[in-house]
């Protein structure tokens, strides 16, 4: 199955998390990242929206380090 217009897949939004397939299922179904779930239960995420929460989490870790 394709991903809709804009979209893309799990295993797509884990590599530009940096995080494993099932750890982003479990950030998606946790509501801790923003996702659409289908009526087949996939989880599809804005590439954009990762993005942002790649760099916060990013800019949260360079805090934590000062």
């Given at each position: 199955m394709s991903p809709p217009d804009g979209y893309?897949?799990?295993a797509a939004a884990a590599l530009i998390l940096g995080t494993s397939i099932r750890s982003t299922?479990?950030?998606a179904a946790t509501e801790r990242i923003?996702?659409?779930r289908?009526?087949?239960g996939r989880y599809w995420y804005r590439?954009?929206?990762l993005q942002l929460?790649?760099?916060a989490r990013q800019a949260a870790?360079?805090?934590?380090?000062?």
């Open positions: 893309v897949d799990t299922q479990r950030l923003p996702a659409y289908d009526s087949t590439s954009e929206q929460v790649r760099r870790r360079d805090n934590r380090r000062r």
